[in-house]
């Protein structure tokens, strides 16, 4: 998928980084999914799923009924797909752009994101689509600023994620270096 010269300005992808990739396996995703108390069984969408790190571990601790991931980037999703099949997990990928989900209003249950909406420009957009695309008393998962200064303070920018775009996510749970937010009535 050719990018836009706007886009390739703004759009940087992260390194591959073994290291990082297993620590984000073993360690943090599990440990974020039982600190948020995240849903099994539920209709999942990962934002930003670059190499698919994170989609075998959501498989098989959220056993959900459906698991999507996008990226913007097709080439990411190349390897994401070599990574589902290795391990024989079950997922959409789909090339997207957060701030413009090709997904039908309350399409999902559970919406992670793993830093994403704090790496690019206009986070009120991002914001609209994954309220829109979330159930009523769907969650959103994500990470907290402080885990976004800590893990990436230059990338992140020291951005904020802009909940005033987004008044029909109320806060749901915060643990450490992550929060969730639930979608009040539709």
């Known amino acids: 998928m050719p990018q836009s010269p706007h886009l390739a300005a703004e759009y940087h992808p992260f390194p591959n980084e073994g290291s ?11 440990l974020m999914l039982r600190a948020l108390d995240l849903p099994r069984g539920a209709r999942v969408l990962e934002i930003g799923c670059g190499r698919g790190i994170a989609l075998p571990v959501l498989a098989q601790h959220l056993r959900p009924l459906r698991l999507v991931g996008i990226d913007i980037d097709a080439s990411l999703l190349v390897e994401a797909g070599h990574r589902l099949r290795q391990t024989e997990t079950r997922a959409e ?94």
């Open 20 to 30: 990082r990739n297993w620590r984000q396996e073993h360690l943090e995703i599990p």
């Open 93 to 186: 990928l789909i090339v997207a752009d957060v701030r413009q989900l090709p997904f039908p209003d309350h399409d999902f249950d559970l919406v992670i994101d793993f830093g994403t909406c704090f790496h690019i420009a206009r986070g009120d957009d991002a914001l609209r689509e994954v309220t829109r695309t979330l159930a009523c008393r769907g969650i959103f998962a994500t990470e907290t600023r402080l885990s976004q200064l800590l893990s990436h303070p230059i990338r992140s920018r020291g951005r904020f994620l802009p909940w005033r775009a987004a008044p029909a996510l109320a806060p749901r749970r915060r643990a450490g270096l992550w929060q969730s937010h639930w979608r009040g009535s539709i």
